[in-house]
Every structure is written in structure tokens, then in C-alpha cells.
């Protein structure tokens, strides 16, 4: 028995310099060791968000730090703009309609990323629109959106609109710049890039959307309690102590390794994976290689062959575990995490263990993907 392959697109495998930190004795959140710890993470969590302002750290799933993003700068009513990139846009957006909020949907095609040239199109037809919503990294189909050509977009339509970003499955793992994209609130969660447990959820925000403050009820999501007592390194509630100590790690390693290899590392990974995919006659989800994730990569099935059956059998023979297909791509895809805590011998496992367990389902695959990706990889050094 050696250790289980966890290359879902997150969680992710947790190194054990950040196991070991959350090991450490519980100490009181109202002293001065706790406000020293919240103070350093505060300020060591801005440079991965790419920006200077504050960053809220809640005790959340992403899914609450989603909610926070909707419910701090908006009102109930109001018209925000999204696309239909995948199975988290459309979670998001449902959450938007549960909440009150109009949502203008671009339809799409689950292989693309946010269309700019439709945000224009929308913007320029409504100015009311309160805020356009954006999944930098869609989870469910390894597809990244160019959050930079959507930030010209608002601008060439002169519009006052927000931006809104989830970068729960980029954060950590693939170029991103909260401040320099003019993006308003960046949503992040713990369980991914920044190799954590699940746990905690994040909301960088921009001087507008402090200034902004929709209308929304809201208490244990408001910022500005939060904000006020970060201030002195607190928090209006119990904070989760131990997850914060894994995060000082995690942050740490992150700024060891430098985040512009972090993002090589990634980039590299996700091309050798793509080249495997290809070589074993298969094809990846993505259908723009603008936008190709470097956190996760969807590889569609043959018809007639079921994802989940080679899911199932790749984890009772190698004791990995492959993402599933989401939403209306349940059977369709698998999908192969490559972040985090990930070198070039992990993605050598994974893709062995990929590649046996589509030879052993019946899938008619050409040998040597596997090779193939490591020949690159080799020779990339
Ligand atoms: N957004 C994206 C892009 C995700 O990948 C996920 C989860 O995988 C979520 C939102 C929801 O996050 P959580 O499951 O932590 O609530």
C-alpha cells in the first residue's frame, strides 16, 4: 500500500508541512500570539491575490465566500451579467436568483471560457447592470476565462459595472492579478491551490466595492466588522485557528518556491497532460487553447464509454481518485487535477494510472500517452 493519488481538481493533497502546522496546540483567538499570526497572514495573502487591499479570510466553503461577494456589494434586484461557462457559473448564478438577483445569462458551451465580445454586446445594451460575474477557472471543464479582455470589455462600454471573479480552482496555481485587472471582489477558498484543507473561503475586494455596499441583509458575511478588527489582527467571531496556522505554511512554501514558477510549474503540467490526452487519440474539453486551464485538465470519453466506470476501476485497482463529470457531464468527461502539491514523479503516477486504467476499461486508447508527456517533460527540464 503506498499513498492515495488524490488528482481530483481539488481538494488537494496537503504536504505534510501544512498537516503539521494545523497540529500545533489551539491558542487563544483574543491574544497576542493569535493577532501576531492574523496580522502576517493578512499581509502574506494580498501578493498571491495580486493586490494591495484587504483580503477577508471566513471560515467557509467557497460557496459561502461566493455568497459574500453577492451579498456585500449588491441589493436585492439588481441585474447582474454572467455566462454559462460550466457546472460552477450555473451554481453560482443559482445562488444569485435564490438571493434576488436578475441574472442575464450568456449561454454557452461548456468548452469555452466568458465570451468578451458578448459582455460588450450586454453591457453596452444595459446600462443598469450592477455587476458581471466571472469563473476565472471552471472546475467542471478545465477551461479559464480571460478575466483581462472582460475587464476591456466593461471599460470599452464605459460601464460603472462591477467585476466579480471566482478563482476558486486558479488561486495559487495560475496567473492572476486582482488590482492590475481592475477586478472588484476575487473569490478563493482554502482546498486547492494554496494546498489546505477545506475550510476557509476568501474575498479580496477593490476600494469600489468597499465603497460600494449593496443593500442586502447581512451579518455574518458583512465585511466591515471583519475589516475593523483585522485591523488589530482579530476577528468578530471564533476564527479558525489551526487552518490559519496551515495557511501561514502554505503561504510560505507558495513564496519559497516564487509564484511565477508556482504558475511554470502549473503551466507545464497541464501541457504535458494535454500532450498525454492527444496521444492516446483522446480529447480535452477545452475547445480554445487560449483558455486552457493549467490547474485541471476534462478529457472527453469516446461514445459509448463511461467516465465514471473508468473512474471507478482506476480507483479499486490504483487507489486514485479522478474528478467526475459535472452537471451535463456526468459520464462524460473525467477530469485529472494537476495542482497544488504536484511535481513532475506525481504526474507521472497520475498519468500511468490513467493511462492503464483506459486500457483496462476497453477504451480504445494508442499506447504511450504517458511516455509521450514524459519525453516532454523530460526534455523540458
Ligand atoms: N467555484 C468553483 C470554480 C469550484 O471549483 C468550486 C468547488 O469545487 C466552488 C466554486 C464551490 O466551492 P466549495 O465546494 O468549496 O463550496
Known amino acids: 500500500m503506498g499513498r492515495h493519488f488524490l488528482q481530483i481538481p481539488g481538494p488537494t493533497n496537503v504536504p505534510d508541512r501544512v498537516l503539521q502546522a494545523t497540529a500545533r496546540p489551539t491558542i487563544d483567538h483574543r491574544g497576542p500570539e493569535f493577532a501576531r499570526l492574523a496580522l502576517e497572514i493578512l499581509e502574506r495573502l494580498r501578493p498571491v491575490f495580486r493586490t494591495t487591499g484587504p483580503v477577508i479570510v471566513y471560515p467557509s466553503s467557497g460557496t459561502g465566500a461566493w455568497e459574500a461577494a453577492l451579498v456585500n456589494t449588491l441589493s436585492p434586484g439588481d441585474r447582474v451579467l454572467a455566462f454559462e461557462t460550466g457546472h460552477f457559473s450555473t451554481l453560482w448564478c443559482d445562488m444569485a436568483r435564490r438571493l434576488g ?13 466568458a465570451d468578451p465580445d458578448a ?16 469563473v476565472h477557472n471552471e472546475t467542471s471543464t478545465g477551461v479559464r476565462s480571460r478575466v483581462p479582455e472582460i475587464r476591456a470589455a466593461i471599460d470599452r462600454a464605459g460601464h460603472s459595472a462591477l467585476l466579480l471573479v471566482d ?15 481592475g477586478v472588484d471582489v476575487t473569490v478563493g477558498c482554502s482546498q486547492k491551490g494554496l494546498m489546505l484543507p477545506p475550510g476557509l473561503g476568501f ?19 458583512d465585511w466591515e466588522p471583519i475589516v475593523a ?108 487535477g494537476h495542482l497544488g502539491h504536484f511535481n513532475d514523479l506525481s504526474l507521472a503516477g497520475t498519468l500511468g ?25 523530460g526534455r523540458r527540464g
Open 229 to 336: 478588527a483585522n485591523e488589530r489582527g482579530f476577528y468578530p467571531y471564533t476564527p479558525p485557528t489551526n487552518l490559519l496556522y496551515g495557511l501561514r505554511e502554505a503561504l510560505a512554501m507558495l513564496a519559497e518556491e516564487g509564484l511565477p514558477e508556482v504558475f511554470a510549474r502549473h503551466d507545464r503540467h497541464a501541457e504535458a497532460t494535454r500532450r498525454a490526452v492527444r496521444a492516446w487519440g483522446l480529447d480535452v474539453l477545452c475547445a480554445d487553447e487560449r483558455e486552457y486551464s493549467s490547474s485541471l485538465t476534462a478529457v472527453v470519453m469516446p461514445p459509448g464509454h463511461d467516465a465514471d466506470e473508468v473512474r471507478r476501476l482506476i480507483l479499486e485497482r490504483f487507489d486514485m481518485s479522478l474528478g467526475t463529470g459535472l452537471g451535463r457531464l456526468a459520464d462524460k468527461v473525467f477530469r485529472i
Open 353 to 377: 494510472g490513467v493511462e492503464m486504467g483506459l486500457a483496462a476499461a476497453g477504451v480504445p486508447i494508442k499506447p504511450g500517452g504517458a511516455g509521450a508527456a514524459l519525453s516532454w517533460l
Open 167 to 181: 478563482t476558486i480552482s486558479s488561486l495559487g496555481s495560475m496567473d492572476y492579478r486582482h488590482d492590475e485587472w
Open 203 to 221: 474575498n479580496a475586494v477593490s476600494g469600489k466595492a468597499l465603497a460600494h455596499r449593496g443593500g442586502f441583509p447581512r451579518s455574518y458575511w
Open 101 to 113: 438577483l436578475e441574472v442575464e445569462l450568456v449561454p454557452g458551451d461548456w468548452r469555452h471560457g
Open 119 to 134: 459582455a460588450a454586446e450586454r453591457l453596452a445594451a444595459d446600462p443598469s447592470i450592477a455587476a458581471v460575474m466571472v
